[in-house]
């Protein structure tokens, strides 16, 4: 076995050791045990999250809305994807008894050793020729056995991956839809401004380009009479009016989900420490009043600790226009959560850039 290990090349010997040992099944198993590790504490763990939500959602505009999301509308058909994948590696890793699958990669690496050495007699001498005709031929046959299997292997992974970019637009999709809802409006912010200052601003840049180019002479106009130079222009205004709107889609999802993060915080801090005191027995009946009031408290004390610390002129700068930075500290204790966040902020951009649907 050690010697087999040895003949397989470094960077392969990660696929071997996911054949050997199931990393799915592994991986699921290691989630379900830690989940019930933490089952205990689980409300507890909540509502520290709730907190930080509320107290700090403006670092994280849409990470809540996109891990919500995620869960329940990304992770069942992406494990559904990976589960299929999964069957059709073992139905023909089943099959492998069969001499074009166990034998046909082994064959193919076989014949183009004995061809090279018959390139390398032809080289010396001029004979052979028959001989590695026959080994062209055979060679040939061997791919044209190979070649169905890989391609039905390569075929699966890009349906998995097609699958997974579907989902993944989903589930953006839906996490700024739901940051909107939070704040009782029943479309897609981000989408709607990003869609409407496109639109305004495209024509627009258009008639600036003519009258520029009226005015900057013969050459010029000329120049933008040639037909790639029409379409250069073009993508050159669309990638414009594109940028504008995905930078004013952001700048106000960036406003308004700090305000939904702060009633989701809210919310996920009252429900996960209710759950911890009924599990501890700690719940008593007169209490149930009381968390729609604590909900509302902690959601304005959120917003009061993010924007009105510094009176009003310091919340229509931080609020209106100011930029939200990050102390050294918390970049440190918050840094793969804000690595997290820039991912999904530029996954919204590509979204909106019409980048993913390609």
């Known amino acids: 076995a050690n010697c087999q290990a040895a003949r397989i090349p470094p960077h392969l010997q990660w696929l071997t050791a996911m054949q050997e040992e199931d990393v799915v099944e592994s991986l699921e198993a290691s989630r379900k045990r830690l989940q019930a590790a933490l089952q205990p504490a689980e409300g507890l763990l909540a509502a520290i999250a709730g907190v930080v939500l509320c107290f700090a959602g403006r670092y994280f505009p849409y990470s809540a809305f996109f891990w919500r999301a995620f869960m329940l509308k990304g992770w069942p058909p992406i494990s559904n994807a990976v589960a299929q994948l999964r069957r059709r590696y073992e ?155 995905i930078a004013a889609s952001y700048f106000v999802e960036a406003r308004l989900c700090a305000l939904s993060n702060a009633r989701l915080g809210a919310k996920i801090a009252v429900n996960g420490f209710t759950r911890w005191m009924i599990r501890n027995g700690h719940w008593q009946d007169g209490m149930a009043s009381s968390k729609v009031l604590a909900e509302h408290g902690l959601c304005l004390a959120g917003l009061y600790w993010q924007f009105l610390r510094g009176g009003v002129a310091t919340f229509l700068y931080s609020f209106l226009w100011g930029s939200w930075g990050v102390s050294r500290t918390a970049m440190l204790v918050l840094g793969l959560p804000l690595l997290l966040e820039s991912w999904i902020q530029a996954s919204i951009a590509a979204n909106r850039a019409g980048l993913m649907d390609a």
Not at 106 to 129: E, G, H, I, P, Y
Not at 184 to 200: E, K
Not at 231 to 244: D, V
């Open 91 to 245: 139905t023909k890793a089943g099959a492998s008894t069969a001499p074009e699958r166990s034998s046909g990669f082994l064959q193919v690496k076989q014949s183009m050793q004995s061809m090279l050495s018959r390139l390398q007699t032809l080289t010396q001498a001029n004979r052979d020729v028959p001989e590695l005709r026959q080994e062209l031929l055979g060679l040939q046959t061997d791919l044209a056995q190979v070649a169905p299997m890989a391609l039905a292997e390569v075929s699966s992974v890009n349906e998995l991956l097609a699958e997974l970019r579907s989902v993944y637009k989903e589930c953006l999709a839906e996490a700024t839809l739901e940051a909107s809802s939070y704040m009782g409006l029943n479309f897609n912010v981000g989408d709607s401004v990003a869609t409407g200052l496109n639109r305004f601003s495209a024509p627009r840049l258009r008639v600036l380009l003519e009258n520029a180019v009226q005015r900057a002479g013969i050459q010029l106009q000329i120049l933008r009479e040639d037909p790639l130079a029409c379409r250069l222009l073009e993508a050159l205004i669309r990638a414009a009016s594109n940028s504008m709107g």
